[in-house]
C-alpha cells in the first residue's frame, strides 16, 4: 500500500551537495519538490526504511525528518501543478 510521506532537512556542513541525496529521494516512489528542503513522497516503504535509504547521503550534523502524511492538509501560493499533485495524493 502506498502512503505520503514528508521528508525535511538541513544539511548544515558549508559547501555540502544535495545531488546525491535529491538522486536517491527521487528513487523512493512518485515526488513532489515545490518547497526547497521539502519533498513529499508516495512510497510503499516505511518512514524508518525511507530513513535508513537517506542516511548514507547525509553526515553526522545534517538533520532529517520523514513522516507520514494523515491526509489533512492546507496550501496557498503553490503553481498549478504543485497544488494539482497535493490534490491528488494527500
Not at 492538509?73 to 503553481?79: E, P, Q, V
Not at 498549478?80 to 497535493?86: H, I, T
Request: glycine share 6%; aromatic share 10%.
Amino acid at each position: 500500500m502506498l502512503k505520503t510521506y514528508m521528508i525535511g532537512y538541513d544539511l548544515n556542513s558549508p559547501g555540502q551537495g544535495y545531488d546525491e541525496l535529491i538522486k536517491t529521494i527521487k528513487t523512493l516512489g512518485t515526488w513532489w519538490h515545490c518547497l526547497d528542503s521539502t519533498w513529499l513522497i508516495k512510497s510503499s516503504k516505511t518512514a524508518v526504511e525511507i530513513r535508513d535509504i537517506l542516511t548514507p547521503h547525509l553526515d553526522a550534523n545534517d538533520e532529517l525528518l520523514v513522516a507520514k502524511l494523515s491526509g489533512e492538509a492546507a496550501w496557498r501560493g503553490f503553481n498549478k501543478q504543485c497544488a494539482d499533485w497535493l490534490r491528488e495524493n494527500l
